[in-house]
């Protein structure tokens, strides 16, 4: 399950993973608003993590960037705020509509729609701005400028602590709440003992009460009995993990909560072509198959969401994987299975790993002064129109090269959208065969739902050689093919990586809930299988008689695999980002109920 944006829901505007940047260098905004607008509050720096420098001051010169005048932009921020950046540029559109219609210049007659920023006699407006970038002085002279530089100075600070509560692992809402309680002036500490407080208080973020919420209502069709028994097992798994096999935890509200270590590189145990000295293993005696199982979902997650599924599934470590290792696009996930982990072989050929080698043609237009030669992770939204052409407007008014603002503007673009240089100032999202293409999927594979759906789907699916690199060892075992059990199928990423292994399906079982996935599945299965495919729609639908009966029919299972939605994980997704307790996230604990009864099942067989 990959930049995990679930289903119909209108959250997929913000469902924008603080995934890898490919490139290192400037740092991108980290809302996912196609808004034309930029954002503040979380940027990244160059490790991908988000960092408190992001002040009001550098969120101003990016609207100023953008053409409006300083004066109106302190104004603005002033009126409503920062934190919503669709409010605040649709008020400073009107400021412009209302006030400011001859300031702006002759866009329309140059069929722009973006603000103009060269033809005005204001100088905020003017032209020589843009060449002052690097010298923050350049644009300090305004008329009551103390007293917006003390509310600056006052908003940048309040923003850089809620940066670092956030980078600590606390909600937003925490954060904002702390400042609130406490005062703009409070030390850090202060802040973080006063959220503590808060949730020991009982709010509902203790971690343990909040999986007791999530079992409640996962297992609530499932009779008492089953509960108890699953509750008893997590009761001991629990202690288990708490027994300190994974190192100190700090506790600031008595839960175990503390971040998973990220490995950098993130090459997870091994990759084709990445020489470090072999990883050793030894999975715990339950973790042990069959089945084998394979779990995916993103790398980064709020802080206690791997340790929790991984406590879930017998305390195996996770494996975490960027795909930009292996691929011209990042993707950045964390894999838990029981596979063994020697031996393994990668799809041939290798896939490119550059967007030049990826996309020969790109080279022509890519303008030197663009650095990027991966791409951030595939999306499941792209940039809308009015931002490539706001970009193109932009530069079409520039030098060339552009001016160091310019330039900063277009690439944080680019990176944030993945955008590509398909013409003469010209960028553009790439096109759906070209995502399939990245992600190891064959050409069309996505064709004939629409376009929306299929950036949706790509966005969230495998990526196809990393997972085929993990499962490569199933291909000697299983000579005779493999029975799965496909969870949160998806377009079915893990189907075509055993398909493009070699590895027959003498059967699938596989469940998703989105209809035009299942076609998508259905598709492939028809043109390229002869085992049997079964589509149920719904994990929940899946009762142990149920499962039970699957395992009879087709001798248990060889694999069961899936990755469940992430959207309140993913790490872009500020406002719905309440870790495993949120609703889509939440199936999650659907995987590990099918997977203990699967294992139950054929314990008896
Ligand atoms: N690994 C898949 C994608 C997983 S994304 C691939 O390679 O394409 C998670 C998937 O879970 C989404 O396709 C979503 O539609 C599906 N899903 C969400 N809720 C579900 C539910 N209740 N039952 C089954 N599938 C569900």
């Not at 469902?15 to 607008?37: C, F, K, M, Q, V």
């Not at 499941?380 to 090269?401: D, F, G």
Request: hydrophobic residues 35%; glycine residues 8%.
């Amino acid at each position: 399950s990959q930049g995990l944006t679930s289903d119909s829901d209108d959250n997929d505007k913000f469902e924008w993973e603080s995934d890898g940047e490919a490139a290192p260098s400037s740092a991108p905004t980290l809302r996912n608003l196609d808004a034309p607008g930029p954002s503040t509050l979380v940027r990244q720096n160059s490790n991908g993590w988000a960092n408190g420098e992001a002040t009001s001051t550098s969120l101003v010169e990016e609207y100023v960037t953008m053409g409006f005048p300083k004066d109106m932009v302190v104004k603005g921020i002033k009126e409503i705020g920062h934190n919503d950046v669709n409010a605040l540029l649709e008020l400073l559109l009107t400021y412009k509509a209302l006030g400011d219609e001859g300031a702006l210049g002759d866009c329309s007659t140059s069929g722009c729609a973006c603000p103009n920023v060269q033809d005005d006699d204001d100088d905020d407006l003017d032209s020589d701005n843009w060449d002052n970038d690097n010298d923050t002085g350049g644009r300090e002279h305004n008329s009551d400028s103390s007293g917006d530089e003390d509310f600056l100075k006052e908003m940048s600070a309040k923003d850089e602590k809620i940066n670092l509560l956030v980078d600590m692992g606390f909600s937003e809402d925490e954060a904002n709440m702390a400042m609130t309680t406490c005062g703009v002036d409070a030390d850090l500490c202060v802040l973080v003992d006063s959220i503590s407080a808060s949730r020991v208080a009982g709010d509902c973020h203790s971690r343990n009460l909040f999986d007791d919420q999530v079992m409640d209502r996962c297992f609530d069709s499932f009779g008492e009995r089953e509960k108890a028994r699953l509750m008893e097992e997590r009761k001991k798994k629990r202690k288990r993990y708490g027994g300190g096999s994974h190192g100190n935890r700090s506790s600031l509200d008595g839960s175990d909560d503390e971040q998973m270590h990220l490995p950098n590189p993130m090459v997870g145990f091994n990759l084709p072509g990445y020489r470090r000295p072999s990883v050793m293993r030894m999975l715990p005696q339950q973790a042990i198959g069959p089945p084998f199982f394979y779990y995916e979902n993103v790398a980064r997650t709020p802080r206690g969401v791997w340790e929790t599924i991984s406590r879930f599934l017998y305390d195996i470590e996770p494996e975490f994987v960027d795909s930009m290792h292996l691929s011209a696009a990042a993707r950045k996930r964390g894999y838990i299975h029981n596979l063994p982990i020697e031996n393994r072989s990668p799809l041939l050929p290798l896939p490119p790993k550059t967007i030049f080698e990826a996309f020969p043609h790109y080279k022509k237009w890519w303008p030197s002064w663009d650095p990027r030669r991966q791409l951030n992770c595939l999306q499941t939204t792209v940039a809308s129109a009015k931002t490539t052409e706001r970009i193109q407007c932009l530069l079409a008014r520039s030098s060339n090269p552009p001016p160091p603002s310019v330039q900063k503007y277009v690439i944080d673009e680019c990176r944030k959208w993945n955008l590509v240089w398909v013409g003469k100032n010209k960028v553009a999202p790439l096109e759906p065969n070209e995502v399939e293409y990245l992600l190891g999927f064959p050409r069309d594979h996505t064709r004939g739902v629409g376009k929306t759906e299929r950036y949706k789907s790509l966005g969230n699916s495998f990526h196809v050689d990393t997972v085929a690199y993990h499962l490569s060892v199933l291909r000697d075992m299983f000579p005779n093919g493999v029975s799965v059990l496909s969870l949160f199928t998806g377009i079915g990423g893990g189907e075509v990586a055993l398909h493009r292994l070699g590895i027959h399906m003498r059967a699938v079982v596989s469940v998703e809930i989105g209809e035009a996935n299942r076609r998508i599945l259905r598709g492939w299965w028809d043109q390229t299988q002869t085992g049997t495919l079964i589509e149920v729609a719904d994990v929940k639908s899946l009762t142990p008689d149920i499962i039970a009966s699957y395992v009879g029919r087709f001798g248990g299972f060889d694999l069961v695999i899936g990755g469940s939605p992430c959207n309140n994980l993913a790490g872009s997704n500020r406002h719905h980002r309440d870790g495993l307790e949120g609703e889509q996230s939440s199936l999650f604990y659907h995987y590990f109920r099918i997977l203990d009864v699967v294992k139950s099942a054929m314990a008896r067989m």
